[in-house]
């Protein structure tokens, strides 16, 4: 049975986010209203496996779309010919080094289709909060001092959230998710979310998980040991050929 309107989230930042069966049909995935950004309720959102996308001056809105995109973090696909690039471009890697940075451009890039941008200026301060508690991080790529791709997203437990990427550089995006998903992969974190499918990720290997074996999956994964409060220390300043699997 399915609702005609959205739950309306309490004032409190602890109440409990609603069951995501109840979330409607049309607009997929759409799940409450209201509330805040404050740190106490994303993480709970996160937990719950929902998360907030809504325009700058419009109501806070709450999604879980079933089904879920995902990816294993052993599986991302990079092709023969990138690689090669890669490897003969002096990229480096480094990670919660520049987080407001990426966030920014992820916000500033225009995108195909999309008039604008969700992560206004009250996301910005939200997850930029979220970074200096240590659990939103950034994995960011640069050639030199400029930074030419990035990626940011949220972690739980052993699972890790992904909210937006960017490239300056043709590419700079594609290497910052295969370099995340190896730092994922490595510190026991098989699967990463991307949210809701896109061409672009689909072809780099994202599967599509129906929403209840995803939140299955995250509870299980937010209770098991953290990854590091903070990537700058556990990840060195090294070229992405580095970073990337075998």
């Excluded at 973090?73 to 990670?95: C, G």
């Excluded at 919660?96 to 999309?114: K, N, W």
């Excluded at 437990?157 to 490239?167: L, T, Y």
């Amino acid at each position: 049975m399915n609702r005609h309107l959205p739950w309306r989230l309490a004032s409190d930042p602890a109440a409990a986010f609603p069951p995501a069966e109840t979330a409607l049909r049309q607009p997929d995935g759409l799940l409450a209203i209201g509330g805040d950004l404050c740190p106490q309720r994303l993480l709970n959102a996160y937990a719950e496996g929902a998360f907030p996308w809504f325009s700058q001056g419009e109501p806070i809105l709450w999604w879980s779309p079933d089904p879920r995109t995902v990816f294993a973090t052993d599986v991302v696909h990079l092709s023969r010919r990138f690689r090669r690039q890669l490897r003969a471009l002096e990229w480096d890697v480094t990670a919660d080094t520049a987080f407001g940075q990426v966030i920014r451009a992820c916000a500033s890039v225009p995108r195909p289709g999309q008039d604008g941008t969700w992560i206004g200026t009250d996301m910005i301060h939200a997850y930029t909060e979220l970074h200096r508690l240590g659990h939103a991080h950034s994995v960011e790529v640069w050639e030199g001092p400029e930074l030419v791709g990035g990626i940011y997203g949220v972690a739980l437990g052993s699972m890790f959230f992904g909210e937006s990427m960017f490239s300056a550089r043709s590419g700079g995006s594609k290497a910052a998710l295969a370099v995340l998903a190896k730092l994922l992969h490595d510190w026991g974190a098989p699967l990463m979310d991307a949210q809701v499918q896109n061409p672009h990720l689909m072809r780099m290997g994202a599967t599509q998980w129906p929403r209840d074996r995803f939140l299955a999956h995250v509870r299980q994964a937010i209770q098991r040991p953290m990854l590091p409060g903070n990537w700058s220390a556990a990840v060195a300043r090294l070229p992405v050929r580095h970073y990337l699997p075998d």
